[in-house]
């Protein structure tokens, strides 16, 4: 029977659009609810039973009516799925309500309902939508349908009312975790129907799809606020329900613009006709169904089992109760049996058990109390217990106090005891019996629950199977139906691609499975016609008779091997006895065999293979090439630089690569000259030969004579510059240089060569004569200070009692100021030698050296100082006795400089810098500001006061000029109050 074709009718009202608006807002409430938490309930019978009759049943029952006579009319087997499906729905919400039964049975019956009425759901949007056969037998199939669907629905009732199904609902904890699984699974299906309904709606916009599927998406909410639920009535169970009510409401109306649309008591879903319908959608629900069912039955499997497991575990913890209440019962018997013991015989043996059941039972009252934490009338009796305890505790400690004090005990006091005992075991004979009813309730509800399970899975076996075997019937018949046609297509669509083949310019051919060509294409005979092959007789013909499998013939060996591993493959090679170049893509075909692509590729290769060569010689010329040689593009970046040109820069070729000059070379006037130069010849798209200026890595500046060059594309678009320079600074030193020699060199060369020779006789003897005067009044200054210093140590020994504290300070002022003077006289002298003398480079081993200055200078030693080398040190380019002055210097104001009571730590490490090794000498010390660096190394540059650290300032002044003496260079990082870290760089032995 064809099926009507829908009307669309698009609505363009606000109202319209904002439909959907209560499925996000009704989410947001239950999740905002079930994080709050509610334990108040709110039970009302009638407004539940008038709710639900209204909203769900008689809409239930308006939607099976209408989907009924719609299924009759059209014979849409989805309609007749999703009748049942609202039958279900309405039944289940009717027989929970007006049923007999509350609480419990209730919750059960409509959930299991809900979970039949959302997989019919689910089934019938899914037979709309992937298939809409007509049903032949309407009659007998809509009569059995609803007859099974009500049955269903009276079964459920009675299974409930016998007890058989499992709890669904416990008050305070929730639900089991059967009703979790059962309502997980309606939410899905529900949301997927809803899901689907609404993709169909977006395709073809209909106003019943629309309302039917957010309806759907309505309910599924409302089942995840039922699932979320701890407490039957509360705020979240009612908004669930308000959910699930206005959810019908949405489908009400989505039945009435059906009716409206139609024109018409009738519903019709859209879907595709039996023509639109190809052999592998038939072939994937042949698949998927019996899937679908299998994965169903496998999640009730696993819920049962959890459920079980559930069961069995309250059964464990009813008994562990029980244990824990008699243990609690025998403490409280020792503890009367003791106090009765010690009050009849005053001894003292007797309240050993009182005292240890006094000490244990707070502790086992608590241990009962966290396992009856989730039973209040259990924990109101417990807290009844502990008033009990309490009270008889107070009473024998009272009695054993009156026996301790040998006062008489009457028989009215031993009454008392006897009715507090008989209060504490009545206590405590309520939690056992209390628990033991649970016990047994627990213990008939797991094996009842096992024997459902066991009666389901046998039920499911025998149901499920014939079931199972009837859809495949049913689908295998069908596929049956359609195969012939499904035969005429695929001849159909491969007449086709013969077609496409054959116009293709590629070769293209076919071999099986045992490697014999079956087809050629027609520019595959073409190509074989030229040279001399007719490709219609290697029909049937092995492909190694016609090619042999040599490493020559790669295309071959690409091909044997998506033979045999089923891969494709890919091969250029050149095929000698044609003398040609091909390209072959090798694809393997269901039968076994291989479709092959095959390109003739020898011109291409020839200019590859010329490109490659002119490559080649270019890059050996810019690469040995002493000029600097690089290409940049449009906007500055550099895109190719050689080698000269890399080192001239300073940096590796990737750091170049893809950056303009100010981003290697700093925004200097020169770079921003160089890219300007780039600019201008890039506007005017010619060519220029230009000096320009630049200071390489190593910090010289040099002139280059640069030859650039537009660099365009084949239609003129401007792509960047093209650049060879050469380094001219020699020669144009020559030409300066040159140009003065001229200006000067006329009458002043004779007496140049003499004025030279005079003036350098003069100073090598007044050099001589003030290393002498240096000498001598270094000796004369040196010889006073040690005998001012001498006579104040002999008056400080000798007199020294006589003397008062002032004069004993003068004292010690005359011999330190001696003292200083004495060596800044040294150090001057030190500084004079370093400074006209010339020092003998010679290998010297660091390692060796730091070693020899430690053990020779006891305030370099431990415990004073904390020296770590690292190994190992390299040998050094430099003079011994200079490089002794060198580390001595710093290794002293390294230990010197610290703050009072800190113990200095220096470390000496070594790093590789090209030929030159850079020696660090760190400390703890006590650091200084940045703009001090550079002072210290000036001579008496001090900038700490010498009251705080004695010195000349001449130290690291000898350090600086003794290692620029041996082709060194020294420096410092430091940051005051972080310690500072001395460099000595010196040259390595080649």
Same mark, same amino acid.
């Given at each position: ?912 810098? =090209? ?52 082709? =060194? ?22």
């Amino acid at each position: 029977m064809t099926q009507r074709p829908s009307v669309s009718i698009t609505t363009k009202s606000s109202a319209a659009k904002l439909v959907w608006l209560p499925v996000p807002l009704l989410l947001l409430a239950i999740l905002v609810l079930w994080q709050t938490g509610s334990s108040h309930s709110y039970e009302s019978a009638a407004v539940l039973l008038g709710l639900n009759l209204v909203f769900t049943s008689l809409v239930s029952f308006f939607i099976v009516i209408l989907a009924g006579w719609s299924f009759l009319k059209h014979g849409q087997g989805g309609l007749a799925m999703m009748g049942c499906a609202m039958l279900m729905w309405g039944g289940s919400a009717f027989a929970a309500t007006v049923g007999g039964h509350t609480g419990n049975y209730n919750i059960t019956i409509h959930n299991t309902g809900v979970l039949g009425s959302a997989l019919l759901h689910l089934g019938g949007v899914l037979w709309s939508l992937l298939g809409a056969t007509a049903v032949r037998s309407r009659h007998r199939s809509l009569l059995a349908a609803y007859l099974t669907a009500a049955c269903t629905v009276g079964l459920i009732w009675l299974l409930t009312a016998r007890g058989w199904l499992p709890f669904f609902f416990i008050q305070g904890e929730g639900g089991t975790p059967f009703r979790r699984l059962v309502l997980l699974i309606s939410m899905a299906a529900f949301a997927t129907a809803a899901a689907l309904l609404w993709s169909r709606h977006l395709q073809t916009p209909s106003p019943f799809l629309q309302w039917y599927s957010i309806g759907l998406g309505l309910v599924a909410i409302g089942a995840l606020g039922l699932l979320l639920q701890m407490v039957h009535g509360s705020v979240l169970g009612w908004t669930a329900r308000a959910a699930q009510y206005l959810g019908g409401v949405y489908i009400l109306i989505g039945a009435l613009t059906a009716i409206k649309q139609a024109g018409a008591w009738e519903l019709l879903l859209p879907g595709r006709s039996l023509e639109e319908v190809s052999f592998r959608q038939i072939l994937r629900r042949a698949t998927i169904w019996p899937a679908l069912v299998l994965l169903a039955l496998v999640l009730l499997l696993l819920g049962l089992v959890d459920y079980l497991l559930e069961s069995a575990r309250r059964v464990d913890h009813s008994q562990e109760v029980l244990a824990q209440i008699s243990q609690v019962e025998k403490l409280t018997v020792d503890m009367e049996t003791g106090i009765r013991g010690y009050r009849l015989t005053g001894e003292r043996a007797f309240l050993q058990p009182f005292e240890h059941g006094e000490a244990a039972l707070p502790a086992q009252l608590s241990r009962l109390q966290n396992l009856v934490r989730d039973d209040s009338d259990q924990l109101r009796t417990l807290k009844a217990l502990r008033d009990a305890h309490r009270v008889w505790s107070e009473f024998a400690t009272n009695v054993r106090n009156r026996v301790e004090l040998k006062l008489p005990t009457d028989v009215a006091l031993h009454l008392r005891g006897k009715d507090l005992m008989d209060a504490l075991r009545a206590r405590i004979d309520g939690m056992q019996a209390h628990e033991q009813i649970r016990l047994a309730g627990r213990s008939r509800a797991l094996a009842r629950l096992r024997e459902i399970s066991f009666a389901g899975i046998l039920l499911g076996a025998f149901l499920v199977a014939p079931l199972l075997m009837a859809y495949l019937r049913h689908s295998l018949e069908r596929l049956n139906a359609t195969y012939g046609s499904a035969l005429a297509t695929v001849e159909m669509e491969r007449e086709r691609l013969r077609e496409v083949l054959e116009s293709i310019t590629d070769g293209f051919h076919v071999v099986d499975a045992s490697g014999r060509f079956t087809y050629f294409n027609g520019a595959a005979k073409r190509m074989f016609v030229e040279q001399g092959v007719d490709a219609t007789a290697l029909i049937g013909q092995p492909v190694s008779g016609m090619f042999a499998a040599t490493p020559e013939t790669g295309h071959i060996l690409a091909l044997q091997r998506t033979l045999s591993d089923r891969v494709p493959t890919e091969a250029e090679n050149l095929y000698a006895p044609w003398q040609r170049w091909y390209a072959t893509r090798n694809y393997p075909t269901p039968e076994g065999g291989v479709a092959t692509f095959f390109q003739d590729i020898t011109e291409r290769k020839r200019v590859e293979v010329e490109l490659a060569r002119n490559a080649a010689i270019l890059r050996a010329i810019t690469e040995n090439s002493s000029d600097l040689v690089y290409v940049k593009d449009q906007a500055g970046r550099m895109l190719y630089a050689n080698p000269t040109a890399c080192r001239v820069i300073g940096k590796p070729y990737q750091e170049v690569l893809g950056k303009n000059e100010i981003e290697w070379g700093g925004d200097t006037s020169e770079t921003r000259t160089i890219m300007e130069n780039d600019r201008k010849l890039m506007a005017c798209k010619g060519a220029e030969t230009v000096e320009e200026i630049f200071t390489g890595a190593d910090g010289i500046t040099r002139v280059y004579h640069s030859s650039k060059a537009c660099w365009c594309d084949q239609v003129g678009n401007v792509l960047g510059v093209v650049s060879i320079a050469r380094d001219i600074t020699k020669r144009k030193e020559a030409e300066a240089a040159l140009a003065r020699a001229t200006a000067e060199l006329q009458g002043l060369n004779q007496s140049l060569e003499a004025t030279v020779e005079q003036r350098t006789i003069e100073l090598r003897n007044a050099l001589s004569e003030l290393e002498g005067y240096s000498y001598s009044v270094a000796h004369d200054m040196r010889a006073p200070l040690r005998a001012m210093n001498g006579f104040a140590k002999l008056l400080e020994s000798d007199y020294g009692p006589q003397l008062d504290d002032t004069a004993r300070n003068y004292l010690h002022r005359i011999s330190s100021s001696s003292d200083r003077m004495d060596r800044l006289i040294q150090d001057v002298l030190n500084y004079s030698k370093i400074v006209s003398g010339e020092l003998t480079l010679e290998k010297v081993p660091l390692q060796a050296l730091l070693r020899d200055i430690i053990e020779t200078y006891p305030n370099l030693q431990a415990p004073k100082v904390q020296i770590m080398i690292e190994d190992p040190l390299p040998a050094v380019v430099g003079n011994l006795a200079a490089l002794t002055q060198v580390f001595s210097n710093l290794l002293g104001n390294a230990a010197k400089f610290v703050a009072p009571g800190v113990v200095p730590e220096i470390k000496i490490r070594a790093e590789n810098q =090209g030929p030159f090794v850079r020696v660090w000498v760190e400390d703890n010390g006590i650091g200084m500001e940045r703009i001090d660096q550079k002072r210290i190394f000036q001579l008496f540059g001090r900038i700490e006061r010498p009251e705080l650290y004695e010195g000349t300032g001449l130290g690291l002044s000898i350090v600086r000029k003794a290692t620029e003496k041996m082709g =060194g260079k020294v420096g410092v990082e430091s940051e005051r109050g972080k310690g500072s870290r001395f460099w000595v760089e010196l040259p390595l032995p080649i």
